[in-house]
């Protein structure tokens, strides 16, 4: 099956994948995005950016999978009217799963408390209640943060020196999960793809803005035999 990825488009769905632009969105067989499909999570922001969501679907054989970042709001103030949105080809995962095309998926929106966004939860039980819902096998996981380590890195910036902000407490279920595909966002400064630092698991950030909240990024593709 090939796996196409992205994350992190942040309302700027008119700016990619169109004709003339820089962007491309190549074939496959399923779509992936990895949360932050809006900026401030408003109810009519969503209501767009699924629609937006559910017309790239159409070209993948098994449509879309989606999951929320901590930028869309409604998705956790209102569970049941983010879910209303989303098109009948996506399939919406908040700490739950899937099976699609003989692949075991599961997605959570998740990341380490910042500022109180959406679905931060903090350091400790509370982000391990989140993680422990994950299955002992999952062929592909997508959270919208990175773990502790891979495609984590910001730069120095007002809110402190440069550091690597992923979630060490979800590396560690990733580590024993050993999922063949994890795909995330979150950290724009960590697109890229790592096939190395964990045997058998390739490692996706596909944020599609960059740091500076311009689209930058191509979607990544991965292919799983």
């Known amino acids: 099956m090939k796996i196409v990825c992205i994350s ?27 949360g932050d499909l809006t900026s401030q999570g408003r109810p009519a922001e969503c209501a767009a ?8 679907a159409e070209r993948f054989t098994h449509g879309a999978v989606v999951i929320a970042g901590n930028h869309d709001f409604l998705a956790e103030r209102d569970p049941e009217a983010f879910a209303a949105l989303v098109p009948r080809n996506v399939t919406y995962l908040n700490d739950s799963g899937t099976e699609i095309g003989g692949l075991r998926f599961w997605g959570s929106p998740i990341t380490p408390w910042f500022h109180d966004w959406a ?4 350091p400790g039980r509370d982000l391990a209640a989140h993680w422990a819902k994950i299955p002992a096998s999952v062929d ?24 690597h902000v992923g979630c060490p407490q979800l590396r ?14 979150h950290i724009h400064e ?3 793809t790592d096939a190395l ?3 058998g698991t ?9 740091g500076q909240y311009r689209p930058a990024n191509q979607p990544v593709s991965v292919t799983l035999a």
Not at 49 to 56: D, E, I, M, R, V
Not at 119 to 122: E, I, T
């Open 8 to 34: 992190d488009t942040h309302s700027q769905q008119g700016e990619l994948f169109t004709t003339g632009r820089r962007l491309k969105l190549p074939e496959g067989d399923l779509l992936i995005h990895a």
């Open 190 to 192: 960590g697109y890229g």
């Open 119 to 122: 679905f931060n939860r903090h």
């Open 197 to 199: 630092s964990l045997p």
């Open 49 to 56: 950016a699924l629609s937006w969501l559910g017309t790239l």
């Open 202 to 210: 390739t490692f996706v950030n596909a944020s599609i803005l960059d």
């Open 140 to 163: 592909v996981l997508v959270t919208h943060g990175p773990v502790q380590g891979i495609h984590d890195r910001v730069p120095a910036s007002r809110f402190g020196p440069a550091a």
């Open 172 to 185: 560690e279920v990733v580590e024993r999960v050993r999922p063949r595909l994890f795909v995330c966002g």
